[in-house]
């Protein structure tokens, strides 16, 4: 849970590196939230608004941790829209999220695993 907040705290910094843990970690507690206010919307009969709400304020921290993802793996931030291009490029980009850091300093900072 901290690997999320630890997100939210950095809510709009798109500068540095962000660890797989860090950027899993937010995906997977972005989801069980996102599946939670889904089942609220559901019972409350507010037809989405809730997961609405909630992906609009979701939308700049999701972003920013994916361009300190791909920091990490010595990617510009910019290689983010490469997942426009139909089923390619959501692929190429899921591998440059799933990569490793690279060790040691890069042009992006100081590598967050401490190595």
């Known amino acids: 849970m901290n690997w999320y907040l630890g997100c939210w705290k950095k809510y709009a910094e798109f500068s540095g590196r962000a660890r797989r843990k860090e950027f899993w970690m937010f995906f997977l507690f972005n989801s069980l939230a996102f599946f939670a206010l889904a089942i609220v919307d559901v019972v409350l009969g507010t037809s989405s608004a809730l997961c609405g709400l909630y992906s609009l304020a979701t939308i700049i921290p999701g972003l920013a941790v994916i361009v300190r993802r791909l920091h990490d793996t ?19 980009l899921l591998v440059f999220l799933c990569s490793d850091s690279k060790p040691g300093e890069n042009r992006f900072g100081p590598n967050p695993k401490g190595v």
């Open 74 to 92: 010595d990617h510009s931030g910019w290689w983010y829209w490469i997942g426009l291009i139909p089923l390619i490029g959501s692929i190429v």
